[in-house]
């Protein structure tokens, strides 16, 4: 029953109460007339109440009818409104599932399209992980020396390049070798002096005599020979004058290439050892990292000794400050390059056989809301965590940004394979997925009506290597809008603006 039927029988149940009252007050009125014993006159009714009874009744019904007639049709409007409402969405939502671009606006965008595939279903394993610095590009800054640090030019926190120097020290040590090194030098030009002095002082009479006895030689050698040739000479004179000659020239050959003496030799042996020595000090100030290039340099400024970063990066740690002892070996800074990062997952070991060097991973730090980070496993430790049950697996990824930093935990997913059995899944090509607000959309072009787009919702999972797995909305050899796909989601954009 419906409000305006419950409204009429209301009015009617009305309409005989109001009956009632009337023949209520036509008996009153007769026996009051029979008790007065009034004459056949007063005994006739009095016709001005009936009158009235009777247009109030007449009232009453026409004000019902109206009423009745208005409730049906105000019904009937309510109706055809709530319908028209009801159907007016429908075809809004009609017209939103669709955009169109104009001849010229299609050639600008540069339409292509590509087909949804399939490929064999992969598994995601997803576990948590935490960023570890690359142990690869992380360096010690250490002292060669013991001493005292002068001067301190790096804080926690700065970016330096390798060479930089990030402090020095002062090196008792490094001024005692350079010590021994300046003896050294001292000894090789004594050495050498003493080596002068002895082949300019040496005892050159065995060579004086050997040169008179050939020059004697000689000169009787030729006269000899002039007597023969006057035939005053015998011929034994010249063959012993020969003789002589060529013992005298023997001996002055001998004298001139032997060794002078001892002292001679002594002094080349002592400026051999000063050479020797004077090089191995030098060496042990740049085994050191001290370079010298004089003797006679100030001894402060060579005990002060600098120390250098390694590589290039960012400085982690400082351990040290200015005036304080130091010893050779430890470490002063750390020095980190975190352009790449290793991110540690934790996987427990039922699921490690499904991983394999190589096996693409997606990280995803919850600081940086829905961006993923692609990697891939560069190592699996073969020990398993005896608490805990699970394996360390990481992945190097590139940290350009040096957005990830040590000690961030994350969320990782492995893109891993699970065989023939799961069987095949739907791919899209990631470019043609958008995002609008909660839903996920692609753009299907509508077949015989060039520039027309249905705009599909659909579910997806994860994405690899560009692809997005397809969980709902699209069958199989559809085809989607990839490139120019922004075009269409701005040109939807702005006709939802229009109709707001």
Do not use: C
């Amino acid at each position: 029953m419906n409000m305006s039927d419950k409204y009429t029988i209301e009015e009617m149940e009305h309409d005989k109460g109001d009956e009632a009252e009337l023949d209520r007050l036509e008996d009153n009125q007769t026996g009051e007339s029979e008790r007065n014993g009034s004459s056949s006159e007063m005994k006739r009714k009095n016709p001005l109440p009936w009158f009235i009874a009777l247009g109030v009744i007449a009232l009453i019904g026409i004000i019902s009818i109206v009423m009745i007639a208005f409730k049906r049709s105000g019904g009937d409007a309510v109706k055809a409104e709530t319908q028209s409402k009801t159907e007016s969405p429908e075809k809004g939502d009609a017209k939103s599932n669709e955009v169109r671009l104009s001849p010229e606006v299609l050639s600008a965008a540069g339409i292509t399209t590509e087909t949804v595939t399939q490929r064999p279903a992969i598994a995601l394993v997803t576990v948590a992980g935490s960023v570890e610095v690359n142990p690869q590009q992380t360096q010690q800054v250490t002292s060669l020396v013991n001493g005292r640090v002068e001067q301190v030019f790096a804080s926690i926190g700065d970016r330096v390049s390798a060479g930089q120097i990030v402090a020095t020290l002062m090196s008792t040590e490094v001024a005692e070798s350079y010590g021994k090194w300046r003896e050294a030098v001292t000894k090789l030009e004594l050495a050498q002096n003493n080596l002068n002095r002895v082949k300019s002082a040496e005892n050159k009479s065995a060579i004086n005599q050997a040169k008179a006895r050939l020059d004697e030689a000689d000169a009787t050698l030729k006269r000899t020979k002039r007597l023969i040739e006057l035939g005053a000479g015998a011929g034994k004179d010249l063959i012993s004058a020969d003789t002589n000659y060529k013992t005298a020239k023997s001996e002055y050959d001998f004298q001139r290439t032997i060794p002078l003496n001892k002292e001679i030799q002594e002094a080349e042996s002592a400026l051999k050892s000063a050479q020797v020595d004077s090089l191995h000090q030098r060496q042990s100030l740049q085994a050191l990292g001290v370079t010298v290039t004089s003797p006679n340099a100030d001894v402060r400024n060579v005990a002060s000794v600098p120390l250098r970063s390694p590589v290039s990066g960012i400085v982690t740690a400082r351990m040290v400050s200015g005036g304080a002892g130091v010893q050779a070996g430890v470490s002063l800074f750390t020095i980190s390059n975190i352009s790449t990062v290793w991110v540690i997952a934790n996987v427990p070991e039922n699921q490690m056989p499904l991983l394999r060097v190589g096996t693409p991973a997606q990280v995803r730090v919850t600081a940086f809301g829905d961006g993923v980070i692609q990697g891939r496993v560069s190592y699996i430790d073969p020990q398993l965590n005896e608490e805990t049950r699970t394996g360390r697996v990481r992945i190097e990824v590139e940290n350009a940004s040096e957005r990830l930093k040590a000690g961030m935990f994350v969320e990782v997913g492995f893109q891993a394979g699970t065989g023939n059995a799961t069987g095949d899944e739907l791919v899209v090509p990631s470019t043609a997925v958008h995002r609008l607000g909660e839903r996920t959309i692609v753009f299907i072009p509508v077949d015989n009506e060039a520039g027309v787009f249905e705009v599909r919702e659909i579910e997806i999972g994860s994405a690899v290597e560009g692809y997005h797995r397809v969980t709902g909305g699209l069958k199989l050899g559809e085809k989607v809008v990839t490139k120019g796909s922004f075009t269409l989601k701005t040109q939807m954009q702005k006709g939802e603006l229009g109709e707001e």
